[in-house]
C-alpha cells in the first residue's frame, strides 16, 4: 500500500514564495507520475502541473512560469516550487501518485495567499 505525505503549506503575501514537498512510502518503482491539484472554496479540484517518470511536465496556463514542479532522483517526492504568488493561488493544494494501475492522492495542504 502506498501512503503520500505533503508537506510545505502556509501563510505567505502575495509576490512571495512557498515549495510544497510530498513523499511516497511503501514499495514503489521509479515507473509512475505525480501530480499537483488545487481546490479552491466554491470551486471544483483543477490541475496544477503534473510530471511523468520521464521528466515531461504539463503546467496550467494560470501558473506557467510561476510554479515548477520536479522529483527528487528516486521519483518518491514531488515538489511543487511556487514563485510570485497571487490571492488566486489560494486553495488546498493535492499531490495524486499514479503507480501501477492505481491513482493515489495525499491529504491535502492549506495555501494562502494574502494580497
Known amino acids: 500500500q502506498v501512503q503520500l505525505v505533503e508537506s510545505g503549506g502556509g501563510w505567505v503575501q502575495a509576490g512571495g514564495s512557498l515549495r510544497l514537498s510530498c513523499s511516497a512510502s511503501?514499495?514503489?518503482?521509479?515507473?509512475?507520475?505525480w501530480g499537483w491539484y488545487r481546490q479552491a472554496p466554491g470551486k471544483q479540484r483543477e490541475l496544477v502541473a503534473t510530471?511523468?517518470?520521464?521528466?515531461?511536465?504539463n503546467y496550467a496556463d494560470s501558473v506557467k512560469g510561476r510554479f515548477t514542479i520536479s522529483t527528487d532522483g528516486a521519483k518518491k517526492t514531488v515538489y511543487l516550487q511556487m514563485n510570485s504568488l497571487k490571492p488566486e493561488d489560494t486553495a488546498v493544494y493535492y499531490c495524486n501518485f499514479f503507480h501501477v494501475v492505481t491513482l493515489y492522492w495525499g491529504q491535502g495542504t492549506q495555501v494562502t495567499v494574502s494580497s
Open positions: 510530471i511523468t517518470s520521464g521528466g515531461s511536465t
Open positions: 511503501g514499495s514503489i518503482s521509479s515507473d509512475n507520475a
